[in-house]
């Protein structure tokens, strides 16, 4: 069975510090990975994915994950947060029948 | 813009009222699905469908029902409230089944309160 884990329940990071997000992942079969992240007081919405190609994908504001086959791995990073990226992260496993697993989030706090 | 809204952003009822929640998507969107967000737990699936009329269980579907008459509406019923359904839930919706690389598009949620 698929199973997502995030290792992690809160990360508290300063402003401008790296930040590295982990997120490993069970499946059998072949599997498409997303990030999600929820901010304050909203739904969720889609950070970036990967579904096959080059194993880093960015999204728009400056995150990054690596899909690592080996370690079943995709770790989120940021090398430099801002106050603005306060907020939950979700990592995510899809599975061909649509439905998507959901990791149990981690929290991220930044700290001025 | 991409576009799914919940009926309400907070509500409060009463142990034993029948609760409707609903949930519309304005992207054509063959699949609609009902999750339950709890803190620790992250998000759970109650209920998913595929097309109108059509529905399957998530992993916590009980004490919850769900229908689907319009594409574009998904609505999810609790038909005897109790305390511990008291949660955020959550509607996402997205395109058709069998590709699994297709985002979901989350609503803002509704946070329950049931006294």
């Known amino acids: 069975a698929q199973s997502v884990t995030q290792l992690d329940s809160q990360v508290p990071v300063f402003e401008e510090a790296p930040v590295e997000l982990r997120c490993n992942y069970s499946s059998s079969v072949s599997v498409y990975l997303f990030w999600y992240v929820q901010y304050p007081n909203q739904g969720l919405q889609l950070l970036l994915k990967?579904?096959?190609?080059?194993?880093l994908v960015e999204s728009i504001n400056g995150f990054e994950a690596e899909f690592n086959k080996s370690q079943t791995s995709f770790h989120l990073r940021k090398p430099s947060v801002h106050i603005s990226d306060t907020a939950e992260y979700f990592c995510?496993?899809?599975?061909?029948?649509?439905?998507?697993?959901f990791g149990k989030g981690t929290r991220l706090h930044i700290l001025p | 813009d991409v576009k799914v809204t919940q009926s309400s952003r907070y509500l409060v009822k009463r142990t034993g009222e029948k609760v409707f929640l609903e949930c519309v998507q304005d992207?054509?969107?063959?699949?609609m699905f009902w999750y339950r967000q709890d803190p620790g737990l992250g998000l759970r699936l109650i209920y998913f469908?595929?097309?109108?009329?059509?529905?399957e269980k998530g992993d916590i579907p009980e004490g919850y029902s769900v229908s689907r008459e319009k594409k574009e509406r998904f609505s999810l019923i609790l038909e005897s409230a109790s305390t511990n359904q008291t949660s955020m839930y959550l509607c996402?919706?997205?395109?058709?089944?069998?590709?699994?690389?297709?985002?979901?598009?989350f609503g803002p949620g509704t946070r329950l309160t049931v006294l």
């Open positions: 996402a919706s997205s395109y058709s089944r069998g590709y699994g690389f297709n985002e979901q598009f």
């Open positions: 990967y579904l096959s190609g080059s194993t």
């Open positions: 469908s595929y097309d109108v009329k059509m529905k």
């Open positions: 995510a496993v899809s599975l061909r029948d649509d439905k998507i697993i």
């Open positions: 992207m054509d969107h063959e699949n």
